[in-house]
Nanobody, 116 residues
């Protein structure tokens, strides 16, 4: 079955950096775009950034543009989110996501807290 497992979250000071990882299994990883979302309690889940199946193109939300970078390793079935210049408003539970065959699949999330 499809599994997505996020890791790498933690507590970081404003202005700091963090890299999240997502290990994927149960599907042909190299054929699908991968996306990171985030959610704060009481708010809608927010799209953050997407990378195409080939890794050649990415798109990101305006709120993270120029600060967050997504990458993938198709040989290792991994997708990464590098977050720089973190702000307190980046605090959220971050989810890895893939949409395939009409279904959305999510990991359990990894918490990122930006605070001094």
């Amino acid at each position: 079955q499809v599994m997505l497992v996020e890791s790498g979250g933690g507590l970081v000071q404003p202005g700091g950096s963090l890299t999240l990882s997502c290990a994927a299994s149960g599907f042909t990883f190299s054929r699908y775009a991968m996306t990171w979302w985030r959610q704060v309690p009481g708010k809608e889940r927010e799209w953050v950034i997407t990378i195409a199946a080939t890794g050649r193109t990415t798109s990101s939300a305006d709120s993270v543009k120029g600060r967050f970078t997504i990458s993938r390793d198709n040989a290792a079935n991994m997708v990464y989110l590098r977050m720089n210049s973190l702000k307190p408003e980046d605090t959220a539970l971050y989810y890895c996501n893939v949409a395939l065959m009409g279904n959305n699949y999510w990991g359990q999330g990894t918490q990122v807290t930006v605070s001094s």
